[in-house]
């Protein structure tokens, strides 16, 4: 069963000429962890409010587990949906503890138990005669996430669940969140626009520009085998070369020498296309005999990242040059200035179509 | 490594769902009409026509005026526009004009000398200097008759009037007494708001102290002046108790006495003239303050420099002492001193008390009536932004601006006409303080929901409230501070309020506020200055609100 289903779904806001969400359709399977990722004014976070109920469709169905919610002659008001929502701002009330922030939904004669079941999924225990002004952000957001958990909802819906924490508790909050999700058992549709939280939690990822959908795949399929240029680029780093494939389709002609791409792909031998090879996919060679061809190029400049150093480096074409962007060990021993060998990593070149 | 079926896909919906149009039957049109209507978010039936229904009883008495003044009649407007109408229209213009120049001259100065410069006491004045808009306008008349009218202490210690306090010159005097305190506390607060770094960026510049005054702070302060300038306009033209008790003759009065001789036609004549000068100073404001709007650039605010005064701030402290001297200590003075007698010769009889009880009970019952009635406009106007809320929102507000001689014409109409069982009863007096003072509770209700992210709101839907129970499970706990203040203000005006007052209620339905007027025009000091007492008691309560607010 589908937990939730979204059939050529459009909505246009009163008064803007383009739609937020233009004819998009999506299915998502019970117990999946699933982010929407896109740049802002992709119609991320409107896609998140029509499954709400806080924005109507201007056309199309949307279904959550078989029961359609909204659709022509059909609506179910947000309070009828059973979806859990957890907002960017946490939206907790402020009027109330945490314990009856998080019971605040859950109205069964078992009402307390509940509220202590949740609160020790999301480890705060003990925090429950507290104000949400007393609790730090990511204790905000924990409460934020028990009291939508608390009545078993059938999908749990977040925005931007991470945009309001700093570096540190971030990369531990997205552990957690996917823990907790999936302790409860939750199916979960995620908004965000940084890739490094989608890549990170993600069973899958939706990738969304323009209110239409670029691609869906797992986070290893997004980021290795990008559908088009723009999931390309806002999904990591990527160097883009244009070319052609060969003709045995297992290799790709550029300006920069011919590479071996990937066999799984749907290009026709001869089709234009554009390489797409990730920093860390370069790397650097001492010189070899010309037979291997390496691409060289001159080092125009380096950022150290603690991690690695990235150097944007410009290599000589027939007619002109190209800036290619190469992730180098962070020991790696070069200077600006320098002209270096690099080779393309076995395997690691994608290609994507040429439109 | 993750599990398949723990998937997202791609669905291709069939031809018949992608080419599906919503079926246009009647239902449907009309559902999709009633939402581009709301902007796409329609509130529920309950509350959209709750929130017309209040709006529409709120706008209907004064539009009723309008229409009545339409139908008096071809000769009777000519009539009155060859001859009451110019010398009006002179009277009202001269009075509102200099009033307001003498107000922003005197709030200016006092707020520069409290606020910017060294002037000894400035954090008692600041607040003193308040306290005279807290006191009703009326009062500080009777205070001012009791003191230099032909009656008055100073009369009776000369032998005669130094100065006719009945002339243009007296309403002139009392009315910038009370109403200069909107230009002080409006620019007050501009001053506080102002930014150090903009007249060290002037000073950096090469500027003098005297021209970073002229050319910085002064242009900063414009949009300001213009506020506590219009302010005081509006609060000149609907101005009646000052205007009646010293016998000259305004729109408000005039309109007053029409009534009081049963000429209710030429009386909605005279409104609407009123209305339209009400709506011009409107206009001006909504032009003025279009053009002009000053953000500060930063939310780091340094306070700005005092400036010593050096021996200039003896003549500083003088000027001070002597506005506190005349809008609050004498009339203080005079009403206790008449109180007292009042007292000896046993003022604070039974009849005081049902007064004051009187008061109470129609002041309160609008109170708590305004506090009902504006949640559901602010609610709507917060969470529903469109065409029709902002509508809803103004038709409750029109009576804000407008004076309450026009408000109780409208209703003595209406009530006349349609509902004539209720006439005649205090229910007309409680219904006039909500037309003109439930856009008070709004204010104050706005503000706190204004506080409230809707994502509050949407978050107890999806938690299964339905909206009604958001409201007042979440959103009414969470304002209720900010609605309770509102009652509270509402509570005070209609205290304070006298001309509607006087006008609607049931015969033998005495206020503190009408027992001030009827006494003070019959020269009966000792028994109308308690109940002055206790009104300007009763007003000084919202004090604390009000300075923190500015």
Redesign the interface.
Known sequence: MQAIELWAVTKTYPGTAQPAVASLSLAVSQGALVTLLGPSGSGKTTVLRLIAGFERADAGEILLTDRRVSGPGAWVAPERRGVGMVFQDYALFPHLTVARNVGFGYRGPDQAERIREVLELVALTGYETRYPHELSGGQQQRVALARALARRPVVVLLDEPFSNLDAALRTHMRLELRRILKAAGATALLVSHDQADALAISDRIVVLKGGTIQQVGSPQEIYQRPANRFVATFVGQSNLLAGVVDNEGAAVITDLGVFACRHDHAYRPGERVYACIRPDSLEMVPELPASDDPVQGTILSLTYTGQALDAVVEVRTVDGSQQLLVRLPSAADVREGQVVALRVAPEAVALVGGG | M?TL?????????SAA??G????STLA?QVGGLW??LW??KPPGLFLALLGAAIGLSMAWPILYVVWRALWAGRARWLRLLDGRIPGLLWQTASITVTTTLLSVGIGVSLAWLVHRCDTPGRRVWRWLLAVPLMVPSYVGAVAYVMFLGPRGWLSTLLGRAPFNLYSFWGVLLVLTLFKFPYVFLIVGAALKRMNRSYEEAARSLGLGPWAIFWRVTVPFLQPAIGAGAILTALCTLSEFGVVALLRYNTFTSAIYYQMESYDRTAATVLSSVLMALTLAVLGIERLTRGRRRFHQTTNVTRRPDILRLGRWKHVALLWVLVVLALAVLLPLAVLTYWSVIGVAHGALDGRFWTFALNSIQVAGLAAVAAVVLALPVVYLRARHPSLPSVLIDKLSGSGYALPGVVVALGLIFLFNTYIPWLYNTAFLVVVAYLVRFLPQAMQYGGASLSQV?P??D?????????PWRVLFS?IV??ILPGLLAGGALVFVSAIKELPATLILRPPGFDTLAVRVWVESSEAVYHMAAPAAVLIVLVSLLPLKWMLSRY
């Open positions: 993750r079926d723990l998937d997202a896909r791609p669905l291709q919906p769902v992608r599906q149009q919503r079926r449907a939402m581009r902007a796409g992210s994502r509050i949407e978050t107890a839907r999806s938690l299964g409230y339905a979440v706990p969470l």
